[in-house]
T-cell receptor, first 116, second 116 residues
Framework: AQKVTQAQTEISVVEKEDVTLDCVYE???????LFWYKQPPSGELVFLIR??????QNEISGRYSWNFQKSTSSFNFTITASQVVDSAVYFC?????????????FGTGTQLKVEL | EAGVAQSPRYKIIEKRQSVAFWCNPI?????LYWYQQILGQGPKLLIQ????????DSQLPKDRFSAERLKGVDSTLKIQPAKLEDSAVYLC??????????????FGPGTRLTVL
């Protein structure tokens, strides 16, 4: 069965600090996709990034960067120079193709609080 | 491009009452998902439609929950009768098509249900 673990329940940082959110996953599939979503207090899940299991190239997008390591089944997310607006719950998710659909298994989320 | 629309945003009902949620996906998206997110947890898939057919409803409590997607566009999710443990945020998501796990799901703002 698919499983996503986000061991960090809550992280508090001061603005401008860098912060890394950890994600570890379990799957028997050889082809899979990993996602990060952000859920601000308004409640809507906002898509941040998608990675497939064949692409271990790390990516940087502005202040965000992602580190995918298949050998350790990890897909970590780093925010550089954090800002108050980054305060949200961040979810890591694993996509499973169920033979007729595309099911996301989410972790329990990491609450990030960025303070002045 | 308009995102996924959901209504109502909030609903408070007494236990044993019935309630219905509505979702309008992104235009052209063939696949529609309903998730339940209990406070402090990640979203859990309830049901997935591709066009107007059900792809996966294995985690839908069918004794009280029902969903339909007539004409392959809008969808409604109904709970009858509601229980206290149904208090949660109900999220609707859509994706272009089920394509072996690669699809990105885009989420609506959710409906926060409180059952008293």
């Amino acid at each position: 069965a698919q499983k996503v673990t986000q061991a960090q329940t809550e992280i508090s940082v001061v603005e401008k600090e860098d912060v890394t959110l950890d994600c570890v996953y379990e799957t028997r599939d050889t082809t899979y996709y990993l996602f990060w979503y952000k859920q601000p207090p308004s409640g809507e899940l906002v898509f941040l990034i998608r990675r497939n299991s064949f692409d271990e190239q790390n990516e940087i997008s502005g202040r965000y960067s992602w580190n995918f390591q298949k050998s350790t089944s990890s897909f970590n997310f780093t925010i550089t120079a954090s800002q108050v607006v980054d305060s949200a719950v961040y979810f890591c998710a694993l996509s499973e193709f169920t033979g007729g659909g595309n099911k996301l298994t989410f972790g329990t989320g990491t609450q990030l609080k960025v303070e002045l | 491009e308009a995102g996924v629309a959901q209504s109502p945003r909030y609903k408070i009902i007494e236990k044993r009452q019935s309630v219905a949620f509505w979702c309008n996906p992104i235009s052209g998206h063939a696949t529609l998902y309903w998730y339940q997110q209990i406070l402090g947890q990640g979203p859990k898939l309830l049901i997935q439609f591709q066009n107007n057919g059900v792809v996966d409803d294995s985690q839908l409590p069918k004794d009280r929950f029902s969903a339909e997607r007539l004409k392959g566009v809008d969808s409604t999710l109904k709970i009858q009768p509601a229980k206290l443990e149904d208090s949660a945020v109900y999220l609707c998501a859509s994706s272009l098509a089920a394509s072996g796990g690669a699809d990105t799901q885009y989420f609506g703002p959710g409906t926060r249900l409180t059952v008293l």
